[in-house]
């Protein structure tokens, strides 16, 4: 991911992500849900064409309202997988429809998806897959990594030398406080 603080600076649709919001630490329930979204979405595309269907997920999800997401059914399957405006994969779009129920779910069992997430960190990238799949659908390596890199809880959003690192280093990501051992096991 080195060559992203290359070249996203000047692009229309990877500067404003990688400067303001690739790596640095989130909280709120319906932006962990959207990044988990997007991630999923992304699986075997490029990130470009999911920062510029981003805008129309986020309508198609209800701004990533993880209850009203809940409540979609098969007809709301069916409206989305005519949506132009979305990538109009079945399989991502039940993904995210169940994923926003185990959300909930979190609610009850953690207090919160922010929560569970701290609260099983810090862990190699290995088992966070493990975990992953254990309780989310459509979750693999390369999903849960760039998820979990993109809300700072692992390493390597930024090259050092970035100016958005210092950034988000000030705003002391989970990864900081990693101890060595795992870090490197990352």
């Given at each position: 991911?080195?060559?992203?603080?290359?070249?996203?600076?000047?692009?229309?649709?990877?500067?404003?992500?990688?400067?303001?919001?690739?790596?640095?630490?989130?909280?709120?329930?319906?932006a962990?849900?959207?990044?988990?979204?997007?991630?999923?979405?992304?699986?075997?595309l490029?990130?470009l064409?999911?920062?510029?269907?981003?805008?129309?997920?986020?309508?198609?999800?209800?701004n990533?309202?993880?209850?009203?997401?809940a409540?979609?059914?098969?007809?709301?399957?069916?409206?989305?997988?005519?949506?132009?405006?979305i990538?109009r994969?079945?399989r991502?779009?039940?993904?995210?429809?169940?994923?926003?129920?185990?959300i909930?779910?979190?609610?009850?069992s953690?207090?919160?998806?922010?929560?569970?997430?701290?609260?099983?960190?810090?862990?190699?990238?290995?088992?966070?897959?493990?975990?992953?799949?254990?309780?989310?659908?459509?979750?693999g390596?390369?999903?849960?990594?760039?998820?979990?890199?993109?809300?700072?809880?692992?390493?390597g959003?930024h090259?050092?030398?970035?100016?958005?690192?210092?950034?988000?280093?000030?705003?002391?990501p989970?990864?900081?406080?990693?101890?060595?051992?795992?870090?490197?096991?990352?």
């Amino acid at each position: 991911m080195s060559s992203y603080c290359v070249s996203a600076p000047s692009h229309p649709f990877h500067g404003p992500y990688h400067d303001t919001e690739y790596g640095f630490p989130i909280e709120d329930e319906a932006a962990l849900f959207e990044r988990l979204t997007l991630e999923v979405f992304q699986a075997g595309l490029s990130w470009l064409i999911i920062l510029k269907k981003r805008e129309g997920l986020k309508i198609a999800f209800e701004n990533f309202n993880a209850d009203r997401v809940a409540g979609f059914d098969g007809n709301d399957v069916e409206r989305l997988i005519k949506d132009a405006s979305i990538i109009r994969n079945r399989r991502k779009i039940e993904a995210t429809i169940e994923n926003a129920h185990r959300i909930i779910d979190l609610r009850d069992s953690h207090g919160g998806f922010a929560n569970w997430i701290d609260q099983n960190h810090p862990r190699p990238k290995d088992e966070w897959v493990k975990l992953f799949r254990k309780n989310f659908k459509f979750m693999g390596g390369e999903i849960v990594g760039e998820f979990l890199m993109s809300i700072g809880y692992l390493p390597g959003a930024h090259q050092q030398n970035c100016p958005v690192y210092e950034k988000i280093a000030a705003c002391n990501p989970a990864w900081l406080t990693m101890s060595g051992e795992i870090k490197k096991a990352v």
